[in-house]
């Protein structure tokens, strides 16, 4: 397929060793991660498939994604990528403990990416990375740099403490509203160190699960984002939901929809259907797309949805679940495949 | 619409007085339910309509489901129901502590069921209930009772302390499959007491979000229980989702077929798709029905997955949210409905 656009791709991760944040952090934190790392709460899931995409470690045998020269040369021009949302891996230091330092490492990666990244390609945008584990101090640092040119969306973890419509998370989205930044939420975590268990049934077996089920973290964010009226409170925020899967947005829709119709007694700030504040206000990131058998099937189920509005091609560049936009997605219509590929992210990050 | 066939009705709530189970209890726990009650642990969340359908009281002014007779009226001559599998609500004892005391509560109400239930009319097959705080404790009772003729099945309580594929659990599938009984999984108790979260975030503000995110525990147990082989150790076992929504599995078997064509290895007993050991073992009831603004949706998702050979009707009598026979999936095809309203069930229950 040819088309006469290039493709926006809105989960690009870039990664870093621990010790590239070292000159962006002070004392006592700097001693910490040049003795012990970053420390991350991995999640405790095994993927036997690894998680960087084979071919994608750069020739000075760095980690995969952490070559900035590199990744141009394999993702920008190689699958015609005009921009490249950099998510990174920091939102990952919610599931950790201290507030203080997720917000410093935060912080260290925020003027990293602006000073490493941002300035060596045209196609590199930003999304700086917040903690959710103290939200005034995440609002701080979306004012601190969340003016800069080249940031154009603010990430924090899925995997958190709570349900994110939860009133102590709404300075983030305060702040986030304020600097004109959509807020995407990226899972990755879930399961590790303090956030919740991956699956409202607590803690499945193997990665096949965790990674299955990944999407009920978002499906639960964004009810009770919804229902605790974030987007009545914060008119102008946008929120992505990156990697979430997709097709099970029309049957919660529905679902949550025909609940309101019952009990809309109980959240009466609400002034129209759920699923009209979702049509609005959110995004959806495609990677991993779920894949029917039949691949019509999905395009059906986008069209119940009228999903081609809330929907942003992503790669998930350098993991192991890639997806090209050679090979996802083929049996969109043109019009479609133009609004997913390209015009939604370009309106939405307004580039 | 009118039907050659009577409606058989997969999800009939019976209740009682705490107090009607005190003859079929021996001390100490008669003293303590004559006490404190039975002591449910409840979610926490408040339905401001009501748990019961309005008109659902019987005459004599007790429980809504308390009165065989009234049931019979309303419900079975009522909608022309043929069998209504009475679930009554004793499941919900799992999300307690004491593993001996949820035993012996599952079991005085086995015997109510039987002795002041079953015999009062040829429509009401029964459910036995059973807690898995203690699996073997679990299978010892269903070998106590699940040969009596007029139980059709054994139920389980949704809210649990892990995913129900977990191995403790087998003992219950073992059982249920030697006595030849279809197992249900019901909600109710969702984040109370000892279960889990009633989503994969956590806990939600409100009802409407407690009830919307239902699903999610039902996801969880099904990629938990196919992943973890339980239909592979106990291939004449079947499930029987009750309450939880059916329009989700759709996308749920997409995103789990294609993981698993990447993650097999790790699940190498499975020698099928995931999705086929779900058709091929599980049952949906459909009650509360998911309800697109376009009702044809529904049907078109229920295409989508083969979904007429995997539907039960049911009502959830005296439930607030109760769905008349009359009413729902109207857009079906005959043989689509003859099915879900009556044949998959006589089957399944051999009745």
């Not at 990944?214 to 964010?221: G, Y």
């Not at 002034?271 to 894949?291: A, G, M, N, V, W």
């Amino acid at each position: 397929m040819t088309e006469a656009y290039k493709f926006i791709d809105a989960d690009v991760h870039n990664e870093q060793d621990d010790s590239a944040l070292l000159p962006y952090l002070s004392e006592p934190w700097r001693s910490r991660v040049q003795t012990t790392g970053i420390g991350y709460s991995g999640s405790g899931y095994y993927s036997p498939v690894g998680v960087m995409k084979r071919d994608s470690i750069p020739p000075n045998g760095g980690k995969a994604g952490s070559d900035p020269d590199f990744m141009i040369k394999q993702l920008v021009e190689g699958y015609n990528i005009e921009y490249a949302i950099l998510t990174g891996v920091v939102y990952n230091i919610s599931s950790t403990h201290d507030p203080d330092y997720a917000a410093v490492i935060c912080s260290a990666y925020n003027d990293y990416l602006i000073n490493e990244w941002l300035g060596k390609h045209p196609a590199f945008k930003g999304a700086m990375a917040v903690s959710t584990l103290d939200p005034l101090l995440a609002a701080k640092e979306i004012d601190r740099v969340g003016g800069h040119p080249d940031i154009v969306q603010v990430i924090i973890s899925s995997a958190a403490r709570a349900p994110l419509g939860q009133r102590m998370y709404h300075p983030i989205y305060e702040a986030a509203q304020r600097n004109g930044l959509p807020l995407a939420i990226h899972p990755g975590a879930e399961g590790g160190g303090s956030s919740t268990a991956p699956t409202a049934a607590g803690y499945p077996t193997r990665y096949i699960e965790w990674h299955t089920c990944l999407s009920q973290m978002f499906m639960a964010h964004l009810v009770n984002m919804v229902c605790e009226g974030v987007f009545v409170k914060f008119p102008g925020l946008k929120v992505v939901l990156t990697e979430g899967g997709v097709a099970w947005l029309a049957p919660l829709m529905w679902r949550l929809d025909k609940n309101y119709k019952a009990l809309r007694s109980t959240v009466p700030w609400l002034k129209k259907l759920p699923s009209e504040y979702i049509r609005d206000h959110c995004y959806f990131t495609t990677q991993p797309i779920e894949e029917p058998a039949n691949p019509q099937h999905l395009i059906d189920l986008f069209n119940m949805m009228d999903a081609e509005n809330m929907i942003l091609f992503s790669s998930d560049y350098p993991h192991w679940d890639f997806d090209s936009p050679h090979m996802i997605l083929q049996k969109l219509k043109p019009e479609a495949r133009r609004k997913i590929f390209h015009e939604n992210a370009k309106q939405l990050y307004r580039l």
